[in-house]
Each structure stands twice: as C-alpha cells, then as structure tokens.
C-alpha cells in the first residue's frame, strides 16, 4: 500500500490518488489503535503496568478516538475513491481537497501527541479548547472541532459539486444527502453544558446517529458500488435495496437512540420508545444480510449459466471483505445490540463488559471490514489489476483478525455475564460490589483471554499491511 505512492495507474485520476491519501493514514492509525487497546488489555490484568507513564485512561481514550479517527479517514477515501466512477467526471476541487488533507492530518497527528504527552491538568475552559474534551469517542479539542469542521465542509462541497456536475446515480444521491446528515450531526457534539444529563443527551445524537443510522447508510452505499464492481451486479437491484436500507435504518435508529436514554436523567417515556424502536433495528441488518447471501448466489448461478468456473469476482480480497461485513454487522450489531437493548435486560447490563463486548463487535464488524475491502478496491486501481486474488497473506490477515475479534467478543461477553450476576444482581451494583466482581475467577480468565485473542488480532493486523505492501506487486508479476 505505501508502495503505490510511487505506483499508481490511476492515469492521472486525481481523486482516486486522494482517496489512497486517506486510507493510507487510515491504516496507519488502525495499527495505533490497536497498540493502545492492546496496553489497556493488559492493565486489566496488572494494574500497575506503565502507571503514571501510559494510564489506562489515556490508553483507552487513544484507543477509541483513533478508531473512529481512523473510520472517518477510511469513508472520506472510499468517497474520493468511488466519485469519478460513479459520477463520470473528474472529482471538482482536487487540490482544495489536498490542501484538507494535510490540514487534517497535521491537526490529528497534533491531538495525539497532545493527548499522549499532557495526561492530567484541571477541567477547566482553557482545557476544551486545547486539550481534550472529555467527550468519549470524540474528543478532540474545540480548535481541532472546527479544523475537522472546515475540512470536512471542503470534503462535502467537493462530493456535491462533483455529483451535481456529473452523472446523478441513486448511489451518488443517497451518498450526498446522507453525508450532510453524517457531518452535521457533529456539531451536537461540539458545545458545552455543565449539566451532564444534557451533555450526554446531545452526545448520543452523534455516537449513536452516526452508527446507527448515517455510518450504517453510508456503508450500505459502499456495499451497493463494490458489489456493482466486483461481482457486476445489476444497478438496479443493489441501488433498490439501498433505498429501502435507508427507510429502515432512519426509520428503527433515529428513535431507537431511546435506548440510551434509560439511565442518564431524560424522562421515562424514553423506556418505551426506546424499547420499540431498537428492538426494530436489527430489522434491516437481517435484511442487508439476506439480500447480500441472496445477491452472491444468484451471480454464482448466472456465472454457471454462463459457462464461467466458479466465481466471477474480480477482487476477492475485497469481496471476502465486504461478505464479511453482512455477517459482523448482523452479528455485532444485530445479535449483540439486540441482546442488550430492552430496558429490562439493561438494567443489568449497562455499562458492563458486556457492552464492550457489543463494541467489539460492532464496530469491527459493520465499519472495519467493509473499509478494509475498500482498501482493497483502492490497490487493485492503484496497480490497475483485472483480477486480484487473495493471497496467503490476505487469508491469514482475514482469519486471524476475524478469529481475534470475536474471541475477545466472546471473553468480554462472559465477563459481562459474570459482573451481571455477581456485581449487579448478588450484590446490588454498589461500589463495593464493582470490585469485588472484578476478583472473581471467571471475570479474571475472560480478561486473559482478551488480551490473548488481542494478540491474535494484532498479528493478523500484521499480515494485513504485509499483504497491502505486496499484493499489488505480486499480482502484476503474475
Ligand atoms: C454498527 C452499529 C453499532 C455500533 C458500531 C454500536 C456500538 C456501540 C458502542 C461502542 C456502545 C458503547 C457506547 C458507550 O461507550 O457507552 C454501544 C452501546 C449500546 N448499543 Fe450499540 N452499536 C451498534 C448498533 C446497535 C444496535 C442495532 C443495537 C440494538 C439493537 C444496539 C444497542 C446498544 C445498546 C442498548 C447500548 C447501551 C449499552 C449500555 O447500556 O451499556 N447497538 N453500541
Ligand atoms: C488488539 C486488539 C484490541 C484490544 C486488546 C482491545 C482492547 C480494548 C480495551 C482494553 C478497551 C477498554 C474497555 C473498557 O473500558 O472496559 C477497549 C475499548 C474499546 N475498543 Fe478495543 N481492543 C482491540 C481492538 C479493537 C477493535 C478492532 C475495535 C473495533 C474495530 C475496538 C473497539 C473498541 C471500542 C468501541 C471500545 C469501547 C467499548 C465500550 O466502552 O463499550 N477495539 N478495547
Ligand atoms: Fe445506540
């Protein structure tokens, strides 16, 4: 991947350039992501280790922001990636796009030192603006909010102008629109308010309308464009589900944000909105995931028909990819959301290992891997293959992050299950009982395992960049 700096068919196509700008920083902060998660998985099992050098705090909060960080850089990259083929022009504002990219990349390298090297300091205001803003996920200090805000302004106007320039296919249209949904939301996370219950409010009209609804819609558009590009399926078809994706994921995650509406002081008649409407949101999940299977079969058959030996993908590294999203989005997002998402099971859960499990999952599942297979789509342009194949590299890279990632899924959801019993349920979720869970056994080994299945995911991680650098290569060779 760092090779096709230099190695690039794209025949002076500057948008596609661009866009492996992106991913190649995306990458990059995936790796620093999970160094991080991997220093908090083991401070959950030595408390002492790198304390007042690398706090778990800190550990954890660069963990987080670097995946959503790194999330955002991957979409703004399919975008770039994706906008000349679909609207048949050149990308309008190349150079202004560049000149963002820079501007952001310096700003988020800048965060990430200040985070890392200024741990501690008093809450005050001069800390929102320079520091950090203590709003988990996106914390990023309030210059750097209105940096990320001016870039992405250049980011969107690019897409519009070039969209409403060129061909307006459905994929293009819901893109634009739902894109200005996506950015905007980011401002009810910007302003302060010294009322946590109306902080946490507005902050889950970000974390929770981003993954919910707009994330999971982009990602919809990004699976309709590859599948048209892999597998050359019908337009029509993908781009009709898309729409119908739409209806469902506003229709079941604008009110299901209820869901985090039980415990943080907004009024009761949330339980039930809440309830409802979120238990509908793995209503579309199932859907994508059908439709996806559905969708794969029926090009298989015709590529018998045809006459054609088995499958007819162009990019099986993206496409392994892409149908691992519609299985980890229904999974983690579906299954593992829908677990805990009544008010009457989350009352127990809330806020235990339990969740993370559920974060895990999720966010691997329905955003890490449909970028990865963009990624790919990206280094099969970028050294201008017909057909790229997976290599050794890309299965181990898929097996061993896949297999890392749901093992620690599986270890945290014990963990949870164990602080659900004895912390909640035994001993009445007090202060003591926090701790005294946290010593049993069971809750002990599940946080072992993590960090071992954490390892694993790193080590395919591993293979995934080494695969990057040299698909490209090996397949022009052959
Ligand atoms: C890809 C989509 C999704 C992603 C990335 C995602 C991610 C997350 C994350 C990271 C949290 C923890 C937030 C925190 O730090 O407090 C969370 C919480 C939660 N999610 Fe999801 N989620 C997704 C979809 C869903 C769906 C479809 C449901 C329900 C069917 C769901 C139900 C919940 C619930 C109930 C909580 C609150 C847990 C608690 O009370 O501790 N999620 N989600
Ligand atoms: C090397 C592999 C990884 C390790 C060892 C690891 C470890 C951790 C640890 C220790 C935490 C803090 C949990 C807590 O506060 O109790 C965490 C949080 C989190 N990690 Fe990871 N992680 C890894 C990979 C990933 C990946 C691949 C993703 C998603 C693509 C991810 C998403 C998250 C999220 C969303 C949270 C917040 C969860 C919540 O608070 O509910 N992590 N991780
Ligand atoms: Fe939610």
């Known amino acids: 991947m760092l090779t096709s700096i230099k190695i690039n068919s794209f025949e002076g196509n500057k948008s596609k350039e661009l866009g492996m700008m992106y991913f190649r920083v995306a990458i990059i902060l995936f790796g620093a992501q999970l160094l ?36 955002l850089y991957a979409m703004i990259g399919s975008v770039y990636y994706m906008l000349p083929d679909e609207t048949g022009i050149e990308t309008v504002g190349v150079g202004i796009g560049k000149l963002g990219f820079w501007v952001l990349t310096v700003a988020v390298t800048i965060v990430v030192l200040v985070y890392i090297f200024i741990q501690v300091g008093s809450g005050t205001e001069a800390s929102i603006w320079l520091i950090h803003e203590g709003r988990e996920y996106i914390e990023a200090p309030r210059w750097a909010d209105i940096g990320i805000v001016v870039v992405v302004l250049i980011f969107y106007w690019n897409t519009f102008a070039s969209y409403m320039k060129g061909k307006q296919t459905g994929i293009m249209t819901v893109m634009v629109a739902n894109l200005l949904a996506l950015a905007g939301l980011y401002m ?42 892999i597998i050359g399926a019908k337009r029509e078809i993908v781009e009709m589900w898309l729409w119908i994706e739409v209806l469902m994921l506003f229709g079941s995650g604008i009110l299901g944000m209820g869901h985090h509406y039980f415990w943080i002081g907004t009024p009761e008649y949330w339980w039930e909105i809440g309830a409802l409407f979120s238990a ?6 199932i859907a994508m995931f059908v439709h996806v299977l559905y969708d794969w079969g029926k090009e298989q058959g015709i590529a018998h028909a045809e006459g054609h030996q088995g499958t007819v993908a162009n990019n099986t ?91 620690m899924t599986i270890a945290l959801t014990i963990a949870g299950y ?10 009445g979720a007090g202060w003591n009982a926090f701790f005294v869970a946290q010593e049993m056994p069971w809750y002990v080994q599940a946080q072992l395992w993590r960090a071992i299945m954490g390892v694993v995911t790193f080590v395919g991680f591993i293979y995934l960049v080494w695969d990057m650098l040299t698909i490209g290569k090996q397949a022009k060779e052959a």
């Open 188 to 229: 009810a996370g910007m302003f302060f308010t010294d009322n946590i219950s109306m902080d946490q409010f507005w902050w889950w009209w970000v974390i929770h309308l981003w993954v919910e609804a707009t994330w999971e819609v982009f990602v919809g558009t990004l699976a309709a464009y590859a599948l048209i590009k």
């Open 36 to 71: 991080m998660g991997l220093i908090a998985a083991i401070q959950f099992l030595v408390p002492g280790f790198l304390f007042e050098l690398f706090d778990f705090s800190v550990a954890r909060m660069v963990h987080i922001n670097a995946l959503v960080v790194w999330m």
């Open 317 to 407: 590294p993206a496409l392994s990819w892409i149908v691992m999203n519609a299985f980890g989005n229904f999974l983690g997002a579906g299954i593992w959301g829908f677990f805990h998402t009544l008010p009457q099971v989350n009352i127990y859960t809330h806020g235990t290992q339990f969740t993370a499990a559920h974060g895990h999952l999720s966010f691997f599942g329905a955003y890490a891997t449909i970028l990865i297979g963009m990624m790919y789509m990206g280094l099969q342009g970028a050294y201008g293959i017909e057909r790229m194949k997976s290599t050794f590299k890309t299965k181990m890279a898929l097996f061993l992050i896949a297999f890392g990632v749901m093992g």
């Open 418 to 427: 164990e602080q659900v019993l004895i912390e909640r349920a035994e001993l």
């Open 280 to 285: 509908l949101e793995p209503v579309p999940l």
